[in-house]
């Protein structure tokens, strides 16, 4: 079950969007999740989708790898995507039976919100796709370095990002392997009345979080015992660099923001 | 109960491109009441082929049957439970399974999720403790209180109380000290040898596979490459070293002795106390010669 999960994995490759500069990735990624909200018609929408199948393209990961991460939203998806059609009343009346009626403006505004999930999916998705755990926080660091100056602690918030990070796989293995010892002595999580389910669970946490507590205390002693005195005058391994391709997609999202807000009604 | 793999493989992570195979071709089977012992280098699949055995894990190729369950890859499986109390594993670092408030409710835990009535669980946690060896106290206590060995025997009480059939074990001793180890593999025998337990035993320690085990089967990047008699398989050096392993001491010694008088000994010692014998033998025999 926890194989297909695709959130905070990383697929490596050499393609343009794996080759950008984290931070260029991560405005791009903030300046495109407030642009998806200027879109408000057809045209909009469509340009959106295809500027969002057009990056996927350029990432060179599976089309059906991205709609296999978005199974776990699906739900939510469909649950906006119904909201929208009873709820709306507005436009002409599509289709009746009984009690229940679908309205033009209902299923327009059902279809948009989909694609605005969709495509919001898509490119943070491929953001953490083409992107290392360990580039994205070294870009984030320096993007929120100004911010030091009112007393933010920088240093301290991206490394616990990167502990945090580095530890999802680490306690998914973990999670895994309790699970499994549990259900080799007969407790069940997937069947039972819910009662039943959750106290089956009880068994799973409490060495979860024992290990995890000991993890991160055999960590901070590793820290400890190397020296590490936080980010002060630390200077850095990975070098970040920008180049003409971090240039371009700036550009891109500026244009892309121009256009949708001259097309939009 | 019979185990029997037939072709079985399994890849994590199918269909995405993380796929991996772990294990291909395997075939192996283990009749009622033997000693196997699984050995081969880190990453041979030793760990995913075992947990297959309690259906943990679904064949993606091939079958297996465990008494009378049949798993066929790519079908569905009815009736899991009654398998998973026949079949008891213990996995590596087993402490790590540990969450009751009391060690005693925590032995309990596996019995119970199986119907055993509670005063019977009870009696079996009593009777375990003692058997690995704790003192009756620990009984009361949190897990969490207990040393690194006290818990893994506490683990392995927990595994044990279910009563299983086929014991199947995950280097068990891995970071016990030497004593501790002996002591838990001996009584892994003794259970063996009273309740006509089948016994799986994964090992990097070709000594214990050597003093244990009456089966060996080497697995080797996914597969299962040699399934045989300690004897054979321990006596071919050469064979061991191309699948990365090598002979157990006890024989790497008798070897060394066998340079130093010129000729081989009667038979192939797996167990210090064979060796000392043969040795005894040899010895008489330079005697009587001069």
């Not at chain 1, 959106?48 to 199948?53: C, D, G, I, N, Q």
Request: net charge neutral; glycine share 6%; with cysteine.
């Amino acid at each position: 079950m926890m194989e297909k999960m695709i959130f905070g994995r990383y697929i490596p490759g050499d393609s343009f969007v794996h080759k950008l500069d984290p931070r260029s990735k991560l405005i791009f990624v903030f300046v495109f999740i407030a642009i998806v909200f200027i879109a408000n018609n057809a045209v909009t929408y469509a340009l959106l989708l295809a500027f969002t199948l057009i990056t996927v393209l350029l990432s060179r990961i599976r089309l059906y790898f991205l709609i296999n991460g978005l199974k776990p939203i699906l739900f939510l998806m469909l649950f906006t995507f119904l909201l929208h059609i009873f709820f709306t009343q507005e436009g002409d009346l599509l289709w009746k039976w009984q009690f229940i009626e679908i309205y033009e403006e209902g299923l327009r505004q059902g279809i948009f919100i989909s694609i605005r999930f969709l495509v919001l999916v898509f490119i943070t998705s491929i953001l953490t796709l083409t992107t290392s755990p360990i580039s994205i926080t070294d870009g984030m660091e320096v993007l929120l370095n100004p911010f030091k100056r009112f007393k933010l602690p920088v240093h301290e918030l991206a490394l616990m990002m990167s502990i945090s990070l580095r530890f999802i796989p680490t306690l998914m293995d973990e999670t895994d392997k309790i699970l499994k010892a549990q259900m080799a002595r007969g407790s069940d999580i997937s069947s039972g009345t819910i009662k039943e389910r959750i106290k089956a669970v009880v068994p799973l946490l409490i060495p979860l979080f024992v290990s995890a507590f000991k993890r991160a205390e055999d960590l901070a002693v590793a820290m400890e015992v190397r020296g590490y005195r936080g980010g002060e005058g630390r200077t850095r391994y990975r070098q970040l660099k920008w180049d003409w391709r971090d240039t371009i997609i700036m550009v891109v999202a500026l244009v892309l923001a121009i256009i949708l807000w001259l097309l939009r009604s | 109960m019979d185990i029997q793999l037939q072709q079985v493989g399994y890849a994590y992570a199918k269909g995405t491109p993380f796929e991996k195979r772990a294990l291909f071709d395997v075939d192996l089977h283990i009749s009622t009441g033997s000693y196997h012992a699984i050995i081969g280098h880190t990453g041979s699949g030793k760990s995913t082929l075992l947990q297959h055995l309690n259906a943990l894990l679904k064949p993606s190729e091939g079958s297996l049957r465990i008494g009378d369950l049949t798993i066929v890859a790519g079908k569905k499986v009815k009736n899991i439970r009654p398998i998973r109390q026949q079949i008891g594993i213990v996995f590596q670092f087993p402490e790590h399974q540990l969450f009751d408030e009391t060690v005693l409710k925590d032995i309990m835990f596996g019995p119970l999720n199986f119907g055993v009535p509670v005063e019977e669980a009870e009696r079996r946690a009593r009777v375990l403790v003692e058997q690995l060896g704790l003192p009756s106290e620990v009984l009361e206590k949190s897990p969490f209180d207990l040393s690194g060995g006290q818990m893994r025997r506490v683990a392995i009480a927990g595994v044990l109380a279910m009563e299983p059939s086929v014991l199947v074990l995950d280097e068990p001793t891995a970071g016990l000290d030497p004593r501790g180890r002996q002591e838990i593999m001996e009584l892994f025998h003794k259970l063996h040898v009273e309740k006509g337990l089948t016994t799986i035993l994964v090992t990097h320690s070709m000594e214990d596979a050597a003093r244990y085990a009456d089966h060996v089967a080497i697995m080797h990047e996914g597969t299962c490459v040699i399934n045989g008699h300690p004897q054979d398989i321990f006596a071919d050096e050469e064979r061991l070293a191309k699948y990365r392993l090598e002979a157990p001491r006890v024989v790497r010694f008798q070897r060394k002795i066998e340079a130093l008088i010129g000729r081989p000994l009667a038979k192939l010692c797996l167990t210090e106390e064979d060796l000392a014998i043969e040795i005894g033998h040899v010895i008489r025999e330079e005697r009587g010669n001069l």
